[in-house]
Nanobody, 124 residues
Framework: QVQLMESGGGSVQAGGTLRLSCAVSLYAINYGCMAWFRQPPGKEREGVAGISSIGGTAYAGSVRGRFTISRDAAKNTLYLHMNSLKPEDTAMYYC??????????????????WGQGTQVTVSS
């Protein structure tokens, strides 16, 4: 069974930096699409960043230029580098993976496998 485990969340002040990691088992991260989603308190889950099998990326407008999605195939790990964090970035962050071939990055909720999440809290 595919397993995704997020880590790296925490509490930071506005303007700070965090790097989230998603360790993946039984799924080759460079052969499919993966993404990061987040769910702020009291709000619906939203897509943040996605990456395709050929390295294309997609970002939500609210994070473009501040967040970067990347992967390390040797470690089978997905990352989300978050810079210039804002209080509105406070949320539970989830990584997700899509089964099958996928060559177009997307932050639409088409993903089949999900992690348990890691909390990010940004204080002003």
């Amino acid at each position: 069974q595919v397993q995704l485990m997020e880590s790296g969340g925490g509490s930071v002040q506005a303007g700070g930096t965090l790097r989230l990691s998603c360790a993946v088992s039984l799924y080759a991260i460079n052969y499919g699409c993966m993404a990061w989603f987040r769910q702020p308190p009291g709000k619906e889950r939203e897509g943040v960043a996605g990456i395709s099998s050929i390295g294309g990326t997609a970002y939500a407008g609210s994070v473009r230029g501040r967040f970067t999605i990347s992967r390390d195939a040797a470690k089978n790990t997905l990352y989300l580098h978050m810079n210039s964090l804002k209080p509105e970035d406070t949320a539970m962050y989830y990584c997700a993976a899509k089964s099958g071939n996928c060559t177009i990055a997307t932050i639409n909720p088409i993903y089949d496998y999900w992690g348990q999440g890691t909390q990010v809290t940004v204080s002003s």
